[in-house]
């Protein structure tokens, strides 16, 4: 940070026309706001009873039910989820292992069997670090995702917030909150 307040000084050799591109990225010390004026997200994580979870210490191996909750103020055919995990925590796909397991489990009212039903959903991505659902939105329906969470690596994490952003119009957006704001792991 200290070089980069003394300035930068670029100096070509050769013969013009010259180009510069500069890029900058970073993680903001803080995460962003709650922001529910267009988009209302929230992020709930249950027990694979499907019972609330109540915040504690996870075991090592240990697996919880996330489940996104979605409501847009107007109509959003591209609307994007991006749920980032807390460090320590993988993303399992719940279609790869066996239905049967699901039958009977059921989160807010909802068989998770049967939680397709509960958005639309055009695209999701299972990826390392996040959670991705491309998703149409109607105004003041409520869309539901839910994904399985394991814990992995002991530590003490900081938990991001869920966003939801339109992909033609990133002005709308909705950020959750990040409930609970820390995750802890530890071994068995």
Known sequence: YATLARGVRFVPRGEPPYYASLDVA?????????????????RRL??????PWTPR????????IVRVSIVADQDMPDALLTDLL????????????DGKQWADVVVDGINIGERASQATI?????????YVAALKLEAGG???????VRAVTPGSYTAPPPLVEDMYRPALRGVG????ARITVVQP
Do not use: Q, W
């Open 26 to 42: 970073g993680v903001p010390r803080e995460a962003p706001a709650p922001d529910a004026r267009v988009i209302r997200v929230e």
């Open 46 to 51: 249950y027990g694979i009873d499907g019972k």
């Open 57 to 64: 210490d996870l075991k090592e191996g240990e697996a919880l």
């Open 86 to 97: 807390p460090a320590g925590l993988e993303i399992e796909n719940f279609n790869l292992g």
């Open 122 to 130: 055009r695209h999701e991505e299972f990826r390392d670090d996040r």
């Open 142 to 148: 409520t869309a539901r995702v839910f994904y399985l």
């Open 177 to 180: 909150k990040s409930v609970p």
